[in-house]
């Protein structure tokens, strides 16, 4: 852990060093979330709900996602460009030190220009928990955390994921962003509107529904919503099971790109 | 036309030699789309008078976006063009006997033709026998299939013209990463490529309308997915051509400001 800490910090410092280029980065992040809450509001503008859903539910929905995913794209940068780090050798390096790989993988990289997107979803989180009527009860916040922490956790494992299958095919996959970005920028809405066979996918096949339209009925305090929706979040951590397998598979199989 | 023709031919073929590539960039642009425009049929379930264009309309018009997103997208930018201005490689296109801007607008373009083809077709063919609910329909009639073309090629000249200011805009600063990320998300959200332009509050679409904002996908998906017609459709293919020149003159003029003062340092 405290090893983690040093790379935090020094990849802290090092983004730190070139200031102007820190700055613009973490601005477009920032305008990238502010956009996409633009484009709720100039829709909220004309509707007054969708698929049941307010206005203020909508914008507490796209903040937990935002932070959720934000974090994660933080934290877990370096398996993103994993497949670089195949292309070009550097991940033969990491095999032959006495660390983990996932570990080092984690601390190769971090983007913290991501604070741009988090900042915006605190922004929102700071406007939409005073003005919507739910009653913050311990359970309700405790819920709320949950979506964030487990949510990260997930996005991290669909990277795991991403990264594991470039084992297979040494190049990104691009549809993998569907399940990454698009969860990010789709789930905005909850994705009950999308439909009952997206909703079963996201629930059953990729539980992303399990940090999101569940727990958010429970915080929302709707009829249909008892404690397990409460703690849906924490299932969804079964998801990590398979990605981390799929990702021991991979290394079983790997051999080096030989550049 | 002819350096044209062969930069086109090299393009082309570099981007058919990733087959797997483009599958999965299809599979990603198809969802994309799907997921999209259940999101607006949530909505249009909820209120269907709230909506400013048909549902079918607003279908066409998704569909199409993700078809041409490589042509009509901003951020797909040419960083190679940005990294020969900022290590001096640009030298090499100085004393060659072509016109810079010339050039790199052809580059640009040819990419990003390129890239549709191998895409847009099969995305096309997909979206073209979805159920009807879906499905992307043809305009009724042959001259909008026309006008329609001809939108899309002076769209996709106003981006690029547009997005020439930009490259241009790194002979001054040197360092033009900002300004590429923040105009390229400006850009592509006021120009519909998040929400469609007839969404929009009032005044704000009113005044993206005239502006280069309104000349860029907005007309042709607008007269594709036949929500512009009559008067209003001229108007916008006049004020796309409008702009077209009004960037080609300023980009030519910066251009050949910043080639006067430009010091290309040794090594």
Known sequence: ?259 | MKPFAALFRIRFTNSLQYRAAALAGLVTQFGWGLMTILGFAAFYRENPTGFPMTFQQTVAYIWMQQAFMALLFIWFWENSIFESIESGGVAYDLVRPMDVYGRWFTTISANRIARTVLRAVPLLVIALILPVAFRLVLPSSFITVVLFIISLILSLSVVVAFSMLIYISTFYTMNSKGIRIVVGIAADFLMGSYIPIPFFPDTLRTMIEFSPFGAMKNTPLLIFSGYLTGADLVQSMLLQIFWLLFMLLAGRFFMSRALKRVVVQGG
């Not at chain 1, 935090?8 to 280029?21: D, G």
């Not at chain 1, 964030?148 to 997930?154: A, M, Q």
Request: charged share 10%.
């Open chain 1, 1 to 259: 852990m405290s090893l983690y800490i040093k790379y935090f910090s020094i990849h802290l410092k090092s983004q730190m060093q070139f200031k102007s280029s820190f700055f613009f980065t973490t601005l477009g992040q920032f305008l990238v979330a502010f956009v996409t809450l633009l484009s709720i509001n100039f829709m909220f503008a004309r509707f007054d709900s969708v698929g049941g859903f307010t206005h203020e539910e909508v914008l507490l929905c796209f903040a937990i996602i935002m932070s959720a995913f934000s974090i994660s794209e933080l934290i877990a940068r370096g398996f993103d460009q994993f497949p670089n780090l195949i292309g070009n050798g550097g991940f033969d390096r990491a095999l032959v030190r006495p660390r983990n790989v996932i570990f080092q993988v984690l601390a190769s990289q971090m983007d913290f220009s991501r604070l741009g997107r988090l900042l915006q979803a605190i922004l929102v989180f700071i406007y939409v928990i005073p003005s919507s009527s739910i009653d913050w009860t311990l359970p309700r916040v405790i819920t709320l955390a949950l979506m964030i922490i487990c949510g990260g956790l997930l996005f991290f494992g669909l990277q795991v994921l991403y990264a594991a299958l470039s084992f297979f095919t040494l190049e990104g996959l691009e549809f993998m962003n569907l399940l990454t970005h698009g969860a990010q920028e789709h789930g905005r809405l909850p994705f009950s509107v999308y439909g009952d066979g997206i909703l079963k996918f996201l629930t059953f096949i990729v539980p992303l529904a399990l940090i999101q339209y569940y727990p958010l009925l429970f915080l929302l305090g709707r009829e249909e919503a008892g404690i397990f929706h409460g703690i849906a979040p924490v299932m969804s951590l079964l998801f990590l099971l398979p990605c981390y397998a799929c990702f021991k598979l991979g290394l079983k199989k790997y051999q080096s790109t030989g550049s």
